[in-house]
C-alpha cells in the first residue's frame, strides 16, 4: 500500500466507506466539525506548516496530517509569529456521512472539536498543556473514547439522549462527572440506560495535573 503526501488541504471520498484520520498539531488552535460536502472526506484551513500523507487500500481511507518543515523552527521561536493569524491554527471540516477514527495528538494548544454531527466510532485524545472542548457524537451508534491529559484542561460533552460508561483516573488532577447523569459504580460512573441506549460512548481516561469533566 502507497501512500502520497501534499499540502494539507481538501482529500477527496472517493470510494472509500470508511476512514482513519491522525492530525498531530503542535501549538495554536484546533477546530474541528461536520463539513458539507458529500464528495470531500475533510478539508478546511491547515495554516502555513502543514502536510497531509494519505493512503487508500480497498475501501478504507487514513490520513495524517502534521507540522513540517520550517514550521517546526517558527513553533519554538514565538518571535517569528507576525501577522493577523497564527501560522499554525487549523479549522478543519469531516464528512458527518462515513465512520471515522479520529486520533488527535495535541500539544501547547487551544482545541474545539465538535464531533456531535458525525459518525466518529473511535476518538482517541492525546494532549499536553492545552485547553480542550471535546463534544461526542449524538448518533453514531457506540463510540469509543480515550483521554490522555498531561498538564491539560479538558471537557467531554456527551450529547443529550447518548448514555456513556465512564472509567478514569487522574494522578494530581481531578476528574469530575455529572452525576446527575452518571451513576458512580464499582469503578466508574454509568447512565442508567446504558445497556438499552441505541447511541452509546465507552470513556476512559487517563489524566495528569489538570482537571478532566465530563457533563
Known sequence: MQ????????????NAKRARIRFE????????RPGTDPTLLLDGDFGEHAEMEVWREGEEISVVARLVG?????????????????PFDWNVRLNPGVP???????GASK????LSGLRATEVVLSTGMSETELTLPAAAGLTTVEVHAGLADVTIRVPSGVAATIHGKVGLGSLEVDRTRFLP???GFESPDVATAANRVEIRVDGGFEAVRVL
Do not use: C, M, Y
Open 3 to 14: 501512500s502520497t503526501v501534499t499540502r494539507a488541504g481538501a482529500v477527496p471520498l472517493e
Open 25 to 32: 498539531h503542535g501549538a495554536g488552535q484546533l477546530v474541528a
Open 70 to 86: 520550517r514550521g517546526w523552527r517558527q513553533l519554538i521561536d514565538p518571535a517569528s509569529w507576525r501577522g493577523p493569524h497564527w
Open 100 to 106: 471515522l477514527a479520529l486520533e488527535f495528538a495535541t
Open 111 to 114: 482545541n474545539v472539536l465538535d
Open 185 to 187: 459504580i464499582a469503578d
